[in-house]
T-cell receptor, first 113, second 115 residues
Framework: KQEVTQIPAALSVPEGENLVLNCSFT??????LQWFRQDPGKGLTSLLL?????REQTSGRLNASLDKSSGRSTLYIAASQPGDSATYLC????????????FGKGITLSVRP | EAGVAQSPRYKIIEKRQSVAFWCNPI?????LYWYQQILGQGPKLLIQ????????DSQLPKDRFSAERLKGVDSTLKIQPAKLEDSAVYLC?????????????FGPGTRLTVL
């Protein structure tokens, strides 16, 4: 059974800092990995999707990397801003037909002005 | 392009009452998902539809939860009777297809509080 872990559960940083959010998974037989952002009381917004054949994806100040062999992914946020404050979740989908996602519990990020 | 729509956004009920949530997926998306997200946890898949057929309902508590997707478009998730532990955010998502390379798009969710 796939398990996704995100540690720590919460993180507080000063504005402008570069930071890394970690995600680990137990079963390396994944098709893709996604990073989502969730604002309080809101749904999930997809940030980056990495196919298993890829090593990383970039969007603006965000860069996500994937190392299937070690079961790890990182989300790098450059020059953090207070508007980046949210919960960040990673999710993996398995190889095979079904697109069922398994989520981690998320990391709640607070960026202090 | 309109996103996934859900209603209501918030619902407060007493235990043992019934409640229903509605979801309208992105136009043209054949696959629809219902997730349950308990506070402090990641979303957990309850049920997955491909058109109006069920692909996966292995984690749906079938003694109290039911879902339908008539005509392969809108979907309704029902809880009857509700328990305190059903307090959660219920998220609906949709994708073009059900296979693993299809990206899922999420709605804003319905926050349920059971008193």
């Amino acid at each position: 059974k796939q398990e996704v872990t995100q540690i720590p559960a919460a993180l507080s940083v000063p504005e402008g800092e570069n930071l890394v959010l970690n995600c680990s998974f137990t079963d390396s037989a994944i098709y893709n990995l996604q990073w989502f952002r969730q604002d309080p009381g809101k749904g999930l917004t997809s940030l980056l999707l990495i196919q298993s054949s890829q090593r990383e994806q970039t969007s603006g100040r965000l860069n996500a990397s994937l190392d299937k062999s070690s079961g790890r992914s990182t989300l790098y946020i450059a020059a953090s801003q207070p508007g980046d404050s949210a919960t960040y979740l990673c999710a993996v989908s398995p190889t095979g037909a079904n697109s069922k996602l398994t989520f981690g519990k998320g990391i709640t990020l607070s960026v202090r002005p | 392009e309109a996103g996934v729509a859900q209603s209501p956004r918030y619902k407060i009920i007493e235990k043992r009452q019934s409640v229903a949530f509605w979801c309208n997926p992105i136009s043209g998306h054949a696959t629809l998902y219902w997730y349950q997200q308990i506070l402090g946890q990641g979303p957990k898949l309850l049920i997955q539809f491909q058109n109006n057929g069920v692909v996966d309902d292995s984690q749906l508590p079938k003694d109290r939860f039911s879902a339908e997707r008539l005509k392969g478009v809108d979907s309704t998730l029902k809880i009857q009777p509700a328990k305190l532990e059903d307090s959660a955010v219920y998220l609906c998502a949709s994708s073009l297809g059900w296979t693993t390379y299809n990206e899922q798009f999420f709605g804003p969710g319905t926050r349920l509080t059971v008193l």
